[in-house]
């Protein structure tokens, strides 16, 4: 199955760059990575998607090495208004309509 | 174009009861997935939907949940003879359905029902 698996938690201070990384061994050879941020008491909304490399946008960067079985996401100088949880998002390799939400890793941004 | 619509926001039923949960997708979206999220847990999958069919439903309790997204009007989540252990979150998301499977498509979410159980 392709599972994924990220850390639980990470603290930071504001102003720091943080690296969260998801690892997915079993990821669908033409799907993308996708990585959602989830505010308490709100649904999840996109912040990045990915399928090789690096791609970079006005939030984040998404770093994905060739062979694409973990991805990391950075966020540049993080503030207090990052605190939220990460979740990453990868089809399954062996079942088309199948695709896996990871755990999610809270992220506590600290002043 | 509006968001994911979701409703109601909030929901309070006794044991017993019945819940039913509304969900429509955004303008040109046909797929649809439910989601539940307990106190202080993650996002756990439920059911993945096209317009009058169940794609993937291995995320639904096999009692009491059904899920059903018609040719008209929103999507449905039912929960029957509703339980405490079932107060949790319930995210409704939807994509185009326009590529290839869902790991393909972003999935846009709602600002989810808070379902309570006295």
């Known amino acids: 199955l392709a599972k994924t698996t990220q850390p639980i938690s990470m603290d ?3 102003g720091q760059e943080v690296n969260i990384t998801c690892s997915h061994n079993n990821i669908a050879t033409n799907d993308y990575i996708t990585w959602y941020q989830q505010f308490p008491s709100q649904g999840p909304r996109f912040i990045i998607q990915g399928y090789k490399t690096k791609v970079t946008n006005e939030v984040a960067s998404l770093f994905i090495p060739a062979d694409r079985k ?14 939220a949880v990460y979740y990453c998002l990868v089809g399954d390799k062996n079942n088309f309509n199948k695709f896996y939400f990871g755990s999610g890793t809270k992220l506590n941004v600290k002043p | ?9 909030h929901l309070v039923r006794r044991r017993g009861q019945e819940a039913r949960l509304r969900c429509s997708p955004m303008k040109g979206h046909s797929h649809v997935y439910w989601y539940r999220q307990l106190p202080e847990e993650g996002l756990k999958f439920m059911v993945y939907l096209q317009k009058e069919n169940i794609i993937d439903e291995s995320g639904m309790p096999k009692e009491r949940f059904s899920a059903e997204f018609p040719k008209e009007g929103p999507s449905i989540l039912r929960i029957q003879q509703v339980v405490r252990g079932d107060s949790a979150a319930y995210f ?6 326009l590529a290839g499977g869902p790991g393909q498509e972003t999935q846009y979410f709602g600002p989810g029902t808070r379902l309570l159980v006295l």
Do not use: F, H, I, K
């Open chain 2, 92 to 97: 409704c998301a939807s994509s185009p359905g």
């Open chain 1, 70 to 83: 973990s991805s990391t996401l950075s966020l540049p100088r993080v503030s207090l208004s990052d605190t």
């Open chain 2, 1 to 9: 174009n509006a968001g994911v619509m979701q409703n109601p926001r």
């Open chain 1, 12 to 14: 930071s201070y504001e």
